[in-house]
């Protein structure tokens, strides 16, 4: 990775997340924090959180908090910050006066009726509708009269010829015409400063070296670059990802999930499925699929970006949640598990160790939710349906049932015992596995289908499994 030309290669590497807190931290949002936070710890750089909270009509702050909540969940943890903006207002009055007194700015007091009556007027003579310079100063203008009670709003004086280039990290060379451009307002009637005019200060004073963020600010960044350099700052160099598409290739949405980070954690996903799945939505590593955060900081550098848009798999996301499942320690997944069986009347008192249960079912579960309802199996007492009982239950397996019973009374309580056991009677009585099973399950457990009988008879333990049988015969 380059460094941009106006930040030199020793510049110690600053990246931000910059959400507006204008709902739930969506998976988007998420992957950017992602590479950003990635990509200032594999140069063991800065990670900052700002929080863009000018927009006061949409900005709430349950916003705030979901924005913290999803991060702390998913461990991207940042180094400085929340810094919000809207505790900044003074500082982006400064920068405005710096820049009305320096001449990069200038009041305009066009009215919006007469900004519209110019971009009607280009429209119809066939040209880019643009604000056409009333009350921009240049040497020798003379410019007209300050209407009497009107507030002006402050324009930032683009430049009128020439280019904004920028080496895009993800999307190459992007070249803008300033002729493309207008004369940004920076600053609103009261005084107020205006979104990407925000943005470029903070940029500037939080020293930022990497802009990484969604595609959907391209069209921002030529007016932000021109306004940096009137300050005269250094630029950071920009990457744009491209949006997260869902599986029919449209934007992606709550047609195709939950889209909001927090409702995975309430879904039973693991943060490390999340963060892996996430770091492989547009970014690769050869054919990497399974990797740890520390493995994926070491590699991310901002190469391999993907040009086009990722799209949301759920599918592969719960294979990976399964994948870090499997390789969870018992007491975090007992943790996780816990309230969610308590809520559906788990009883603990002589049932099976929850986590000697996990070790039994977590091969088989694609979220912790899962996994909970299936350990649910061993803490309810077993209500088998009265017509599965009868057709499974028959004359002729009642004496191979009672010989098993009376076996269990002395047998070694473990599966290595209990299986060999259990082919012994189905040998005495011609019976085939699934015959003797099927009412075994139901009259222990309640259902049809359960993990290797053997092992499940193992975790309920001889007097349970004795006193659930001793109903039947
Ligand atoms: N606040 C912007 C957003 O949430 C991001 C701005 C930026 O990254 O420059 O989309």
């Given at each position: 990775m380059?460094?941009?030309?106006?930040?030199?290669?020793?510049t110690?590497?600053?990246?931000?997340?910059?959400?507006?807190?204008?709902?739930?931290?969506?998976l988007?949002?998420?992957?950017?924090a992602?590479?950003?936070?990635?990509?200032?710890?594999?140069?063991?750089?800065?990670?900052?959180?700002?929080?863009?909270?000018?927009?006061?009509?949409?900005s709430?702050?349950?916003?705030?908090?979901?924005?913290?909540?999803?991060?702390?969940?998913?461990?991207?943890?940042?180094?400085?910050?929340?810094?919000?903006?809207?505790q900044?207002?003074?500082?982006?009055?400064?920068?405005i006066?710096?820049?009305?007194?320096?001449?990069t700015?200038?009041?305009?007091?066009?009215?919006?009726?007469?900004?519209?009556?110019?971009?009607?007027?280009?429209?119809?003579?066939?040209?880019?509708?643009?604000?056409?310079?009333?009350?921009?100063?240049?040497?020798?203008?003379?410019?007209p009269?300050?209407?009497?009670?009107?507030?002006?709003?402050?324009?930032?004086?683009?430049p009128?010829?020439?280019?904004?280039?920028?080496?895009?990290?993800?999307?190459?060379?992007?070249?803008?015409?300033?002729?493309?451009?207008?004369?940004?307002?920076?600053?609103r009637?009261?005084?107020?400063?205006?979104?990407?005019?925000?943005?470029?200060?903070?940029?500037?004073?939080?020293?930022?070296?990497?802009?990484?963020?969604?595609d959907?600010?391209?069209?921002?960044?030529?007016?932000?670059?021109?306004?940096?350099?009137?300050?005269?700052?250094?630029?950071?160099?920009?990457?744009?990802?491209?949006?997260?598409?869902?599986?029919?290739?449209e934007?992606?949405?709550?047609?195709?999930?939950?889209?909001?980070?927090?409702?995975?954690?309430?879904?039973?996903?693991?943060?490390?499925?999340?963060?892996?799945?996430?770091?492989?939505?547009?970014?690769?590593?050869?054919?990497?699929?399974i990797?740890?955060?520390?493995?994926?900081?070491?590699?991310?550098?901002?190469?391999?970006?993907?040009?086009?848009?990722?799209?949301?798999?759920?599918?592969?996301?719960?294979?990976?949640?399964n994948?870090y499942?499997?390789?969870?320690?018992?007491a975090?997944?007992?943790?996780?598990?816990?309230p969610?069986?308590?809520?559906?009347?788990?009883?603990?008192?002589?049932?099976?160790?929850?986590?000697k249960?996990?070790?039994?079912?977590?091969?088989?579960?694609?979220?912790?939710?899962?996994?909970?309802?299936?350990?649910?199996?061993?803490?309810?007492?077993?209500?088998?349906?009265?017509?599965?009982?009868?057709?499974?239950?028959?004359?002729?397996?009642?004496?191979?049932?009672?010989?098993?019973?009376?076996?269990?009374?002395t047998?070694?309580?473990?599966?290595?015992?209990?299986?060999?056991m259990?082919?012994?009677?189905?040998?005495?009585?011609?019976?085939?596995?699934?015959?003797?099973?099927?009412?075994?399950?139901?009259?222990?457990?309640?259902?049809?289908?359960?993990?290797?009988?053997?092992?499940?008879?193992?975790?309920?333990?001889?007097?349970?499994?004795?006193?659930?049988?001793?109903?039947?015969?």
């Amino acid at each position: 990775m380059t460094a941009p030309a106006s930040i030199s290669a020793s510049t110690p590497v600053r990246t931000r997340f910059a959400p507006s807190p204008t709902g739930y931290l969506h998976l988007g949002g998420a992957r950017t924090a992602l590479f950003s936070w990635a990509y200032a710890r594999h140069f063991g750089g800065t990670f900052i959180l700002r929080i863009e909270d000018t927009d006061l009509e949409r900005s709430t702050p349950e916003a705030v908090q979901a924005i913290v909540d999803g991060m702390q969940w998913l461990g991207l943890n940042h180094d400085e910050g929340p810094f919000y903006q809207m505790q900044r207002m003074e500082r982006y009055r400064e920068v405005i006066a710096k820049m009305l007194a320096d001449g990069t700015a200038y009041h305009c007091y066009s009215s919006p009726e007469e900004v519209e009556a110019m971009r009607e007027r280009m429209r119809a003579a066939g040209d880019k509708p643009r604000y056409d310079g009333t009350w921009r100063p240049e040497p020798g203008k003379t410019l007209p009269p300050v209407p009497a009670d009107r507030k002006p709003v402050v324009r930032f004086k683009n430049p009128l010829d020439g280019d904004v280039s920028w080496d895009d990290v993800v999307k190459g060379t992007i070249t803008i015409s300033n002729r493309e451009m207008d004369d940004l307002i920076i600053a609103r009637p009261d005084g107020t400063p205006t979104y990407n005019f925000c943005v470029v200060v903070d940029d500037w004073d939080m020293q930022i070296t990497h802009v990484i963020r969604g595609d959907d600010h391209v069209n921002n960044t030529p007016r932000q670059i021109n306004i940096l350099k009137a300050l005269g700052a250094a630029l950071p160099l920009y990457g744009h990802v491209p949006m997260i598409l869902g599986a029919d290739g449209e934007k992606l949405s709550k047609r195709h999930g939950a889209v909001s980070v927090m409702d995975y954690p309430a879904q039973g996903y693991l943060p490390e499925a999340m963060l892996n799945y996430l770091a492989r939505l547009g970014w690769s590593h050869g054919d990497d699929e399974i990797f740890s955060m520390e493995q994926f900081c070491a590699w991310f550098d901002l190469d391999h970006l993907s040009k086009s848009p990722a799209q949301f798999n759920p599918e592969k996301l719960a294979w990976i949640n399964n994948h870090y499942i499997k390789l969870a320690d018992n007491a975090r997944l007992e943790a996780l598990m816990r309230p969610l069986m308590e809520r559906d009347g788990a009883v603990f008192a002589n049932a099976p160790d929850v986590q000697k249960v996990c070790g039994l079912l977590k091969e088989r579960a694609n979220t912790v939710n899962e996994l909970a309802a299936a350990a649910m199996l061993f803490y309810r007492q077993p209500q088998p349906d009265a017509a599965l009982l009868t057709q499974h239950f028959t004359d002729a397996i009642k004496p191979a049932l009672a010989e098993f019973a009376e076996r269990c009374a002395t047998v070694e309580w473990n599966k290595e015992s209990l299986s060999p056991m259990i082919k012994e009677v189905l040998a005495n009585h011609k019976l085939k596995m699934p015959q003797f099973a099927m009412p075994l399950r139901l009259m222990v457990t309640g259902q049809l289908q359960t993990p290797a009988i053997d092992a499940v008879l193992e975790l309920f333990g001889r007097d349970v499994v004795l006193q659930r049988l001793q109903k039947y015969l």
